[in-house]
């Protein structure tokens, strides 16, 4: 740990991380740096325009600008430019409010005039308002995307959970355009400067896989000196958000924060559960892994004690 203060790298993707991502940066202390790598394989280009939801989830929520009732895009949203496509016959499964189209728009504008992924989300952050403390990456400049597959064929993630309700029974995943995609700068330079890797709450198939999947991120991970520790995505047996669940028993896995996490298959050192889950630290630690247990429940103010913790405590133990 340098004197200043602690790096943390998060590795984000959907609501639960971001919503990490935030707490950490309100409670990071002097000298603490934050640095967030969103997932970008929930990408698709729509009407257009490149969509970066784990990216724009991140943004809003360390910005405070989130819906607070959507669960995706800007608060205080109207839908009148959707509904006008609507009735002119375009597509309109994938709701896309007024205020939150800006950003999609600002984003294809400037990749369009050449600048990586990566720049535009620090364009993005900085233009929103998110603190010094807080550095915002993209895994990749590359496309990676998630391909769900299912028993009615392999879909990408966007058409398998908005357009399609996430009914179709999950059989595996692919990252298109892993193989060939870089780690965005700055990446591999953060997880070997980091004091503490942390995975956030988020789901291993379609949120931290297409991180890990990018050539060079395991490794560097495995050569970090600092540890890695995750946060259940999964509380008293219940995704918190989206269709993890349902993915661990159509895979035929217990759905529990531990398989969860034994998905990633990532080296993790410990794992921080929800006291509603106390009964899975026998489990837990039965697999080399320490188990903490906290209130990992982001809405309850307990939850900054646990943000606390993953700053100061000494996780190597
Ligand atoms: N998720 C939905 O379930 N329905 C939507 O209509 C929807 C629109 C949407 C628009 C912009 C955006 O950034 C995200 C949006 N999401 C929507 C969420 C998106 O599918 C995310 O990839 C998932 O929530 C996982 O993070």
Known sequence: MSPAGRHLVLFSGGTGGARLARLLGRVAGPGDRLTVVANVGDDFEHLGMYISPDLDAVIYHLADVESRDLGWGLADETFRTLTELGELGG???????????????????????????????????????VGEHVRVMTASDDPVRTVVETDAGAMPFQEYL????????????????????????????????????????????????????????????????????????????????????????????????????????????????????????????????????????????????TARSLWRRDWSA
């Open 91 to 129: 597509p309109t499964w994938f709701h896309i409010g007024d205020r939150d189209m800006a950003t999609h728009l600002y984003r294809t504008w400037r990749m369009r005039a050449g600048a990586p992924l990566s720049t535009v989300a620090r364009e993005l952050a900085a233009a929103r308002g």
């Open 162 to 305: 908005v357009e399609r309700q996430a009914r179709d029974l999950v059989k595996g995943f692919q990252y298109a355009g892993a193989s060939s995609a870089e780690p965005a700068p700055g990446v591999l330079a953060a997880i070997a400067d980091a004091d503490l890797l942390v995975f956030g709450p988020s789901n291993p198939y379609v949120s931290l896989q297409p991180i890990l999947a990018v050539p060079g991120i395991r490794a560097a991970i495995a050569r970090s000196g600092a540890p890695s520790i995750a946060l259940s995505p999964i509380v008293g047996g219940q995704a918190i958000k989206g269709p993890l669940a349902a993915m661990l028993e159509a895979l035929g896995q217990p759905v529990t924060g531990l398989h969860a996490v034994l998905a990633l298959d990532v080296g993790i050192r410990g794992l921080v559960v929800d006291p509603a889950d106390r009964d899975l630290v026998p489990d837990i630690s039965a697999q080399g892994i320490t188990p903490h247990v906290a209130p990992i429940i982001f809405s309850r103010p307990e939850a900054g004690e």
